[in-house]
């Protein structure tokens, strides 16, 4: 648990200096993402709900992110292959591909329009970890269980 608590909190100063805030608190909800290639889609053994692999903006999903931050934990090409995140404005896409360890932090308004490739083989894993700058809406602490467990129950929203 203290390696999770000092990933999460380098990642909350590196929004802080990326953005120039001085002041964010982790939004609900956090998630850990493993995405699955097509074998086990066949299998019927993944039921990943497919909001990732269409254009998204997380800010309407999600109204109290202000800062979405992903944490890769598996590398493209190596642990899986697709699963490259799409940034797209108009019509011009540029992709980023996960390594273990990278950290990829951005504004989750319109300005950010974004999706995940479907993985094609093998798994690749991610944290999301999101911000806000509310302080009523935010938690100090990222695992606020009680916080995690009202927004998780929440139906989702249609960001087609």
Not at 7 to 14: A, C, F, M, N, P
Not at 142 to 148: A, C, G, I, Q, S
Not at 149 to 160: G, Q, S
């Amino acid at each position: 648990m203290d390696l999770f608590r000092n990933v999460t909190e380098r990642v909350q100063l590196q929004v802080k200096e990326i953005f120039g805030v001085s002041e964010v608190s982790f939004a609900a909800p956090m998630l850990f993402s493993r995405m699955r290639g097509e074998a086990y889609r066949k299998e019927g053994t993944d039921h990943m709900n497919d909001e990732y692999w269409h254009m998204h903006v997380d800010k309407i999903a999600y109204p109290d992110y202000e800062y979405t931050s992903l944490v890769y934990l598996t590398d493209h090409g190596v642990d899986f292959t697709g699963g490259r995140f799409e940034f797209r404005d108009g019509q011009a896409s540029s992709f980023l591909e996960p390594k273990t360890g990278r950290l990829l932090v951005f504004s989750s308004g319109s300005e950010n329009s974004h999706r995940v490739e479907k993985v094609e083989t093998g798994t690749r894993y991610a944290l999301t970890i999101a911000f806000t700058c509310k302080k009523e809406k935010g938690s100090a602490a990222l695992l606020d269980t009680k916080r995690h467990r009202a927004e998780l129950r929440k139906p989702a929203k249609d960001t087609k």
